[in-house]
């Protein structure tokens, strides 16, 4: 009987270079898959930043439009006999004055008053249905908490918030005016609107339209890491309470 053939199967393997060619080729694949990664991830980062303050920087200006629109509001009451709005109004009759804190951008800080609660005064409470009293000075209380502002301030935004013992709520027609006039820029009792490590103001500018008859708020900022994450807004507001009596 004859014995079976041997069948031999040849196995050639790859030679170095290709083997060689074979990794480095991969390795580049994934380099390239890694890169796009990464650039996905940042360009991700850098997208939510930048949603991040442009969604704070229009909360602001949308606070300060709403609060604005306010400006010289007096309410209705049937208690008032006698007001004391031309004791905060200035010359020209306008419950707003656009000037700016020392050292600080033109135009930058906006002061004005409206009457928060109500009662047809610039303060909360009264006696007698008499908000001035017979020698020419205001009568009510409490009239801090009716005086508004907002200013740029070593790049941050910051609002107004008066104290009591910072102004003289039995004031003269002169000091009453002073409160919304360009020093109160300069004067304490103003708080930040933002993350002071956060954020920082570029510009904040309140242009007048039409002698006051309305008012155009620039606002522009970046953030404080990342100067190259910018945002500006702006907002035109009309002033309805001017003539209003």
Partial sequence: MTAPKMIRVMY????LLALMLSVSLSAFLLWIIITFYGQSIRQNDNLMLRL???NELQRAVQLIGKDLRRAGFRGVSDKLNLDNLALFEQENGAA??????D??????????????????CIGTTYKGGICVDADGQNNAKEIERELFGYRLNKKMLETR??????VNASCTQAQCRSYLQQPACNSGGWVDLFDENEIEITRLEF???????GVEVKLA????KRADIRYETEIIVPLMNRDEK
Avoid: P
């Fill in 103 to 120: 050292a600080e951008a033109k135009n930058s800080c906006v002061l004005f008053f409206y009457d928060l609660d109500g009662t047809g």
């Fill in 12 to 15: 050639r393997g790859q030679t």
């Fill in 96 to 101: 707003l004055v656009i000037a700016q804190a």
């Fill in 221 to 224: 900022g970046n953030l404080k």
């Fill in 161 to 166: 918030l008066t104290y009591k013992n910072s």
């Fill in 207 to 213: 242009i007048s339209i039409q002698d006051l008859q």
């Fill in 52 to 54: 991040h303050l442009q």
